[in-house]
């Protein structure tokens, strides 16, 4: 627990009286305070979402999910309660909704929902490209099941965002390293290209490892790999880049590397080559949204 308080109540408690309240600490929400002096983290906020809900309400979503360990979540992000309250303040999404025991856990005396429940709220409440980034980011840090999460499909049929979850939940998967690769995997699945193996560990000759590929196709031999900031700020990284790709030439390897500038139309239409020279006989549509700036339906291109 950080020291985010309830004002009335630390001053109740002799904690601080109201001169020092109002000298020291800010609101962030109605009676919640914060040290005047601090720059508010994600953290910080849900935590006195919770104390605004008189510690009655249940972190879900993106917050639930950054407590659970997610990276790639802005400290500007709605905090999402399951809580009975029309109007909250601004920062607070309240959810009159039913969550079971087994839904929710104590993370440092917070009430938050467990992986299943924030991926089934993630899922509901996401556009689709961001509710794919979310629950693989999520799946990464804290692995769920996507059994567990039709369980709970099925336990609250008809919800709102239901229907949307079980499109989303066959796509889910924990080995994309970020938002980024997570866009560049949906765009292939929706071009048309065989469901893609993330995380492909690749061995030489004499079965020593040579790199774990973000994601491509072994029966093919075809592989992208997203190079983000830190590929091209990293001169350590970049040279370890340049020496590897040889290698997995020579291993029969064709791997492109992306950016986040690059043309999807054009990406999409190399790999139709590469995938071709190896003997895929598939056919390709190239997706609407590959022409325009956004993702799959919430991830934008330039971000």
Not at 118 to 123: E, R
Not at 168 to 189: C, Y
Not at 269 to 281: C, E, I, K, P
């Amino acid at each position: 627990m950080t020291d985010i308080l309830i004002g009335t109540e630390a001053i109740a408690s002799g904690i601080v009286t109201s001169h020092q309240l109002r000298r020291w600490y800010r609101p962030i929400y109605p009676n919640v305070h914060a040290p005047r002096d601090r720059e508010l983290t994600l953290h910080d906020r849900t935590v006195g979402a919770w104390l605004w809900s008189k510690r009655q309400g249940i972190i879900t979503g993106q917050a639930a999910a950054a407590l659970h360990g997610s990276c790639w979540i802005d400290d500007d992000a709605d905090v999402e309660l399951i809580y009975k309250c029309p109007r909250p303040p601004g920062g607070i999404v309240t959810r009159n909704e039913r969550i079971c025991a087994d839904e929710w856990q104590e993370l440092d005396g917070v009430a938050v929902a467990n992986p299943v429940r924030a991926a089934f709220d993630l899922g509901r409440f996401q556009r689709r490209g961001d509710a794919v980034a979310r629950l693989d980011a999520l799946m990464r840090v804290r692995p769920y099941s996507l059994e567990d999460v039709m369980m709970l499909a099925k336990r609250y049929r008809g919800r709102h965002g239901v229907a949307r979850l079980k499109a989303v939940l066959p796509l889910v998967d924990g080995g994309a390293m970020s938002p980024r690769e997570t866009f560049w995997r949906l765009l292939v699945i929706d071009a048309g290209f065989p469901t893609p193996t993330t995380q492909i560990a690749v061995f030489d000759e004499d079965g020593r490892p040579v790199r774990v590929l973000d994601f491509g196709w072994e029966d093919f031999k075809v592989a992208l790999e997203y190079d983000g900031e830190q590929h091209q700020s990293d001169r350590e990284q970049y040279l370890k880049d340049r020496r590897v790709l040889p290698v997995l030439g020579r291993l029969g390897w064709n791997v492109s590397g992306v950016v986040k500038e690059d043309d999807p139309v054009g990406v999409i239409q190399a790999l139709h080559g590469a995938m071709t020279a190896r003997g895929w006989r598939g056919r390709i549509q190239i997706p609407a949204y590959a022409y325009g700036r956004w993702g799959p339906a919430g991830i934008a291109f330039h971000v």
